[in-house]
């Protein structure tokens, strides 16, 4: 059984930081592209940013590029978010996901993924 476990958020002022780390069980981790997405009530899941088997590639989206960073460690099956300059726009639940195809880069859509974890909430104050 595949299970993915996000930590990490918190509350945290304006222009602060957080990593978030989502760690993987019941799959082979170097078989799956990885990513992140967010959502806040009544808005559909945004997508945040993807990383590709070998954290040799990435993807974000324009409202979080040059702010976070998306990693992965293979050896400890986790993929991480690394979120600087924070702003209250980004207060969500941040979800990690699984990438459905194979290598393939994910990308913004919700079917490109597969299994998707609990979620840890992010609150920006101002």
């Known amino acids: 059984q595949v299970q993915l476990v996000e930590t990490g958020g918190g509350l945290v002022q304006a222009g602060g930081s957080l990593r978030l780390s989502c760690a993987v069980s019941?799959?082979?981790?170097?078989?799956?592209?990885m990513g992140w997405f967010r959502q806040t009530p009544g808005k559909e899941r945004e997508f945040v940013a993807a990383?590709?088997?070998?954290?040799?590639?990435?993807r974000y989206s324009d409202s979080v590029k040059g702010r976070f960073t998306i990693s992965r460690d293979n050896a400890k099956n986790t993929v991480y978010l690394q979120m600087n300059s924070l702003k209250p726009e980004d207060t969500a639940v941040y979800y990690c996901a699984t990438g459905k195809f194979g290598p393939v880069l994910p990308g913004p859509r919700t079917y490109e993924y597969d299994y998707w974890g609990q979620g840890t909430q992010v609150t920006v104050s101002s």
């Open positions: 990383i590709s088997r070998t954290g040799g590639s990435t």
């Open positions: 019941g799959r082979t981790f170097t078989s799956n592209t």
